[in-house]
Nanobody, 115 residues
Framework: QVQLVESGGGLVQAGGSLRLSCAAS????????LGWFRQAPGKQRGLVAT???????DYADSVKGRFTISRDHAKNAVYLQMNSLKPEDTAVYYC?????????WGQGTQVTVSS
């Protein structure tokens, strides 16, 4: 019923920037974006940034001041602006949303930051 597709990942040098997008399709009625997560090789998936239904945002300590989560209801999308990227930011990034039928995850987009 609902599909989430992340895009915008790629290879960037340390100190660079990327903007990730997550677009929802299908039955998006009642869909609420929860945030962004990431999973690095050999590590568990962890929280990067969250956004509430009221638009309140929060971030993992490791990305505070560098990443910004935002949403565009008209475009059914959520974004993650990533600045001052570090090699430790290298991971597959996933968006997460909550709908009437449950939780949805995107397929992930690879972000690689070279030193």
């Amino acid at each position: 019923q609902v599909q989430l597709v992340e895009s915008g990942g790629g290879l960037v040098q340390a100190g660079g920037s990327l903007r990730l997008s997550c677009a929802a399709s299908g039955n998006i009625f009642g869909l609420h974006y929860l945030g962004w997560f990431r999973q690095a090789p050999g590590k568990q998936r962890g929280l990067v940034a969250t956004i509430t239904s009221g638009g309140v945002t929060d971030y993992a300590d490791s990305v505070k001041g560098r990443f910004t989560i935002s949403r565009d209801h008209a475009k059914n999308a959520v974004y993650l602006q990533m600045n001052s990227l570090k090699p430790e930011d290298t991971a597959v990034y996933y968006c997460k949303a909550l709908g009437p039928m449950g939780v949805y995850w995107g397929q992930g987009t690879q972000v690689t930051v070279s030193s």
